[in-house]
């Protein structure tokens, strides 16, 4: 079992920043993906960022490419997104995901982002 702890979300001003930090624990496999989804109310769960601790190669969905930053601490097993300039339609609830070969899927019960003014 894994368990995901998400936490940095808030209320935020289009354009406003936020910084979200996803911390991992359990059994941690040595290589993993760790990253980040959004869920808004009526849609599709969608990646908005990924990293992965084998190859240090990180994803990022087209909407968000130089916007977020996402990076990791794997000593502390944390995955950290830097958001800026957001926008409305980036409100929602963002949940950590974790991955690795042969296992199942495992999900943060997430942190709500609200962009609003």
């Known amino acids: 079992q894994v368990q995901l702890v998400e936490s940095g979300g808030g209320l935020v001003q289009p354009g406003g920043s936020l910084r979200l930090s996803c911390v991992a624990s359990?059994?941690?496999?040595?290589?993993?993906?760790l990253g980040w989804y959004r869920q808004a109310p009526g849609n599709e769960r969608e990646l908005v960022a990924i990293?992965?601790?084998?190859?240090?190669?990180?994803y990022y969905s087209d909407s968000v490419k130089g916007l977020f930053t996402i990076s990791r601490d794997k000593a502390k097993n944390t995955v950290y997104m830097q958001m800026d300039n957001l926008k409305v339609e980036e409100t929602g609830v963002y949940l950590c995901?974790?991955?690795?070969?042969?296992?199942?899927?495992?999900w943060g019960k997430g942190t709500q982002v609200t962009v609003s003014s």
């Open positions: 990293t992965t601790t084998g190859l240090t190669t990180n």
């Open positions: 995901y974790y991955n690795t070969w042969g296992r199942e899927d495992y």
């Open positions: 359990g059994s941690i496999a040595s290589i993993y993906n």
